[in-house]
Structure formats: structure tokens, C-alpha cells
């Protein structure tokens, strides 16, 4: 059974602070995250249909890391630093696109395979004989979960992707979002804001209503959060039953088709699964996305993200997808607008730190996630930039 966020708890039963307002502006802070958040956590880069064919790749750069996705010759899609054994240059260039039968470093021209094994340096014979595995690219995690691929910089003691999503993978599974195809391809932005802001903004509908005409007007009424739970968070909502008081929203109404592929239930309904720490799937009757935010510096953010839909997609499909794009379009704007309003409070004298409402649990869970990954961010209280590090390492030894 499905609960609500304010039935979760009880009014009084649970600590309404958020964050501390310091961390939001911290340069060393953002380095301990960095480190001991992103890189510990799965990331999406794309979906196996961004890469269809042998060779073709995905490049991210992201927290001071570069990533590569390539497809092999013999269809299995690995994951790699984009990083030459060599001298360390990129080995592709570019965030996306096909290498044929290998890749190339531009700098020296080293060779490598498909798989990532050396097949061979520039001159070889001014250098003694390279072992092919131990000189080639050095891998990544990878995990493909229903089409999505996700990759992890350092590998740890966290669970699997699958592990994480059991507990919503039977109603996810309805919408065959491996089988789907990029529709506008991967985008990216950046916003001048620091990444919790954006998060905190996404993981709560209590502004929906006053800041979000759109959403309101397609499913205020029936909108909810559930709070991060083991990495995980969901919101649902269904279309409100006199939708239509804008024009997008009134026509998306109006031509979404209801797929047969899925329950009644889901007919109607877009849901948006939260995964810790950055990452959001969101599903709709006629597609699938995703989205995600990277710190670049304490005050910009990296935006990323793609929509994905059904390859036999028929018009009416078609069209709600864009019609739901422009509601999505909109909402970001508005988010963006929030977020930096929000953050921008922080560096007040007078910003005295978060009171949050019942509807506002998915903030505090997600803060709760971040807490028991950095302990210094229990301390209320900015401490010296130099200490923090340290500091950090001596909380998380009293657990």
C-alpha cells in the first residue's frame, strides 16, 4: 500500500531542519562530495539505444572524472576512463559519436580495441613490449538496468542498480523502456546554482501548486512524494479530472493514448523515481526520461539528461510527447528560478536554515542520505574550510 509523505509521520515526530546553510557554499565541502558521494555512486550516462551499433560511444565529464561508453564488436557495452595509458589525453573527444573499429588517442595515436585491451602504441619499438590488458583502458563499473546504463567511478560496498530498484522494478517493467529510442537526444545546461538546490527544489511537490501552473492545472490534486528510502524515492500523480486549463495541458489530455501494455492504474499517471544521490527516471504513459545534476563549482551545476520513447510510436504518442515536453520545458524554468532564489538566501546573515513541512519529507530524507555519507554535515555551524576533511573522517569514526 501506497503512503503519503505526512503519513509517514506525525507532525511533531521528526526534525524539520534541512541542510545547514553553509554547506551550500563551501569549496571544500564540494570536494568531500565529490569524492565521497559522486564517485561512490551510480551515474547514468544513457541508454543502450544511444549506442546501437559496435563502436559507437558515450563520453561524460563529470566531478573531475571522464567517462566512456563503447559498444563492442561482440554487442556488449563497456565502460572505461576516457583516459590514453600513455599520457593520460581523451581518447574520443566527443560526448557522443561512433569510433568504427577502434579508438584512437589523438595525441600519440595509441590504438585501443573495442574492448578497451591495447592493440598497440605509436612506434612500438621505443618502448619495451606492452602487456595488451594491463595497458588498456582502465575500466568502470557498469551496470545496464532496463536499458538505462549506469556507470560508477569507484567501486564500493553499495548495492547493485537492480538491488536498489526491486522495490519498483515490477511497475516499471510495464513500460518496456529497454526497447525504446532517443527521441531529442542527450542535452545538458548549467545552472548558477549550487546541486543540493536543484535536488532539494525536485525532491518536493509542496510548490507545485503555487509555482507550477502547469503541473497544477495536468495533476496537482492528485500529486505526492515518498521519501528516500534506501537510495530510492517515488512521487505519483494521475491527471486531475478537469485538466485542461492550459493549452498544452489540455490537448496532452486530450490525444495521450492509454497503452494497453499497462495497468489502469498507470494509464494516466507520470512517477518519477528518486536515486541517490543526483539522478531521477521519470516515466509517462507515452515515454521515458531521465535527469541529473553534477556540481561544477559551489554556485553552477551541470544539467544533464535525455527522453527516450516507443520505437512503433504512433502520432498520438508523438504528439503527447511533445506536448508533455513543453510542460516539462516550463516546470524547469520555473525550478531554476526557485533554486537560485533559494540559494542565493544562504550567503544572507539573516538565512537562520530550513523549516520543513510533512509534504516536504523527500527534502529531509535525501539530507538524512547525505548526512550518513558526510557526517560533517550534522555540524550546524560552518567549520574552517581546512578542517573539514578531517573533521569529516573523525564523525564517521564515532558511528
Known sequence: MTQHASELTSPNDWDRSGLPGWSYHSPALLDLEKEQVFRNHWQIVGHVSDVPEAGDYLAMDVVGERALVVRGKDGVVRGFHNMCRHRGSRVVAENQGNCKNALVCPFHGWVYNLDGTLRGAARPRSFPELDKTEFGLRQLDLEVWMGFIFIRFRSGPQPSVAELMRP?????????????????GIWSSVSKVNWKSVRDVDNEGYHVAMAHPALQDLYGATYYDEPFVNGVSRSFATYNPHAGRRWSVRN??????EPARLPDDLKKAWIYYGIFPNAVIAVQPESVQFYQEFPLSTGETLLRGAIYRYRDESREQAAARYLAFRIDRDTMAED???????????????????????LEMGVRSHHDHLRA???????????????IWSLNEALGSRK
Not at 496532452?252 to 493514448?257: D, G
Not at 542565493?344 to 537562520?352: G, H, W
Open 373 to 387: 555519507a558526510l557526517p560533517v554535515l550534522n555540524l550546524e555551524t560552518a567549520p574552517d574550510e581546512k578542517d
Open 252 to 257: 496532452y489530455v486530450r490525444i495521450a493514448p
Open 336 to 358: 531554476i528560478q526557485l533554486s537560485e532564489w533559494s540559494n542565493e538566501s544562504m550567503l544572507s546573515k539573516a538565512f537562520e536554515g530550513f523549516y520543513l513541512s510533512d
Open 168 to 184: 519498483h522494478e515490477a511497475e516499471i517493467a510495464h513500460y518496456g523502456i529497454a526497447d525504446m529510442v532517443p527521441s531529442y
